[in-house]
């Protein structure tokens, strides 16, 4: 398995919080209608420009500030943050191989501070969290074995999660609180044999200011569930409306690498897989009321849609604007808006073959990257 941050379309890679500050009501109105966009595209210093070369980013918060990674001319990657001035600080985290390794930043939370994982010169992955001074906290979680640690989110708190594998390629999913202490989890009947005969699909993809987590995992026949963690450890499990059942297909609701969006007021935005395999996105309420849609465009036939099967993330706002990503008849990717009354806006910059949005802030700021004809990565950031 890759988990190499610039292998995205088509492959197995691993993806994917913001707790925003109070804003102002008429400022957010003017970026969710969908109606407009301003797409601002970008190379992070040093990008390579050959195939699976160049930028990816994963994440904005609310000052506009983004992160992501960065693939040089020799494949190595490193990490970058971009202030919404465009100004750039390229880094690796200790102990990551710049050649053949990575610093893979996955999100950023509203006060800068940095979480994601490096790749050593053995393959082995470690977390990381960066401060906006450019502090170094790197860690594993209890147990990892096989992949490593993979850090996907974190609130605004400092609290981050994720997933590892344990020796035998075992799926698990974690939080790491603030102190440093962990909490590792699965979800009811897990599939607990290990990647690449077993699954490969347990784990934590989103936490809110209140320290609740949403993620996904597959069970034991190999169908997919959405799971909510509670602050006090209860585990909530749940499939979207028309979700497919198959043995062993991989339908139902998520999908590895699949991260869902979740907002402060408990609202869950994510995909599921149909029993044709077919992607449809949801909405599902703290109410637990479901709103299924599908972005105009996305295609009809098995494995297109709204979403994908693997590493197709989906971001939620505090308002409701929900990004993500939808397939055509042709299997090409697009990025798509939904404004919280329910309208599309599809989220393509100029020259795109192929585009995946990963994150979108409390003024509608859309980030993520594309690919090029040349099959070169570059980033972007979308405002109203």
Partial sequence: MTIHAISKFGSTTFRKGVFAFGVALSALGMGLSGAAQHVTTFDAPGAGTAANQGTVATGINVRG??????????????????TGEGEFTIFDAPGADPVIGCTCPQA?????????????????????????EGKFTTFDVPGAGGIGSIPVALNSEGAVVGYYTDSNYVFYSFL??????????SGPDACDTGFPTGCYANEATNINFWGTIVGNYADSNFIEHSLIRRPDGTLITFDAPGAGALAGSYQGTGCPGCYAGFNIWGAIAATYTDANNV?????RNPDGKFTTFDAPGAGTGSYQGTGCSSD????????????GVYIDANYVYHGYLRSPEGKFSTVDPSGSVGTVPFSINDFGAITGDYLDANNVYHGFIRVP
Avoid: M
């Fill in 312 to 323: 197709c993330p989906v971001s939620l706002n505090g308002w409701g604007a929900i990004t």
């Fill in 176 to 185: 790491r609180n603030p102190d440093g202490s962990f909490k590792t989890f």
């Fill in 65 to 82: 500030a983004s992160t992501g990674s960065v693939t040089d001319a020799g494949y190595g990657t490193h990490g970058f943050v971009r």
């Fill in 279 to 283: 992607h449809h996105g949801f909405v």
């Fill in 108 to 132: 950023i939370n509203d006060f800068g501070v940095v979480a994601g994982y490096d790749i050593d010169s053995n393959g082995f992955s470690h977390g990381f969290v960066r401060s906006p």
